[in-house]
């Protein structure tokens, strides 16, 4: 079992940053991946960033590539993403998600394997 808890979410004007964290408990492994995902208001949940549990390998969606960046901290056993010049469609409800094992990281939602609860990210233009 691996339980995800977020943070980190709140609401921001168009051009600033924020950063999300993620911890993480429970049994990881090098061959977990870990993601985020959102969710916009009437759109189906997309995927935004990922990152191997080890190495330095990252995806990211190219809607964010460029302004946001994943990163872990494995002694921490914390994911984050850093957002950068936020724009108004940025604006969605974040989930941390984790992946026990897979080959890509292109992720689809029936890849992940655990779920946080989310964390909302409005961004006011």
């Known amino acids: 079992q691996v339980q995800l808890v977020e943070s980190g979410g709140g609401l921001v004007q168009a051009g600033d940053s924020l950063r999300l964290s993620c911890a993480v408990s429970?049994?990881?492994?090098?061959?977990?991946?870990m993601a985020w995902f959102r969710q916009a208001p009437g759109k189906e949940r997309e995927f935004v960033a990922a990152i191997k549990w080890t190495g330095s390998s990252t995806y990211y969606a190219d809607s964010v590539k460029g302004r946001f960046t994943i990163s872990r901290d494995n002694a921490k056993n914390t994911l984050y993403l850093q957002m950068n010049s936020l724009k108004s469609e940025d604006t969605a409800v974040y989930y941390c998600?984790?992946?026990?094992?897979?080959?890509?990281?292109?992720?689809?939602?029936?890849?992940?394997?655990?779920w946080g609860k989310g964390t909302l990210v409005t961004v006011s233009s």
């Open positions: 998600a984790f992946q026990v094992w897979g080959a890509t990281l292109k992720l689809r939602s029936d890849d992940i394997d655990y």
């Open positions: 429970g049994r990881t492994s090098q061959a977990n991946t």
